[in-house]
């Protein structure tokens, strides 16, 4: 059974940080790219980034994020990581991660949100002061 499982989310004021996680289980995550994703309230979801199968390894960001947000894999853990820096309120949402066939994991394509087939139930993110 393909399950992913955010967690991590939290209150946290603004300029400072979390890493949220992604447990996969129930399937070779070496072999999928993982897509996060997230929902303000009142917006429709949105990508935020996704980083490639182990082979690839590569990783894509939103505009919004670049260069504040990282997206890492533990291989071992079959975990993927969203290390988010600098946080800002607008950063606030639920923020999902998905699983994705190994060639999403492109400029043009990584944030289609209906190449990914299996998601998360999602974690909450606040920035807030």
């Known amino acids: 059974q393909v399950q992913l499982v955010e967690s991590g989310g939290g209150l946290v004021q603004p300029g400072g940080s979390l890493r949220l996680s992604c447990a996969a289980a129930g399937f070779p995550s070496d072999d999928y790219a993982i897509g996060w994703f997230r929902q303000a309230p009142g917006k429709n979801r949105e990508g935020v980034g996704c980083?490639?199968?182990?082979?690839?390894?590569?990783?894509y960001y939103a505009d919004s994020v670049k260069g504040r947000f990282t997206i890492s894999r533990d291989n071992a853990e079959k975990t993927v990581y969203l290390l988010m820096n600098n946080l800002k309120p607008e950063d606030t949402a639920v923020y999902y991660c998905?699983?994705?066939?190994?060639?999403?994991?492109?400029?043009?394509?990584?944030?289609?949100?209906?190449?990914?087939?299996?998601w998360g139930q999602g974690t909450q993110v606040t920035v807030s002061s």
């Open positions: 980083i490639g199968s182990s082979t690839d390894g590569s990783t």
């Open positions: 998905a699983r994705g066939p190994w060639d999403v994991a492109r400029a043009s394509l990584w944030y289609a949100q209906r190449e990914y087939d299996y």
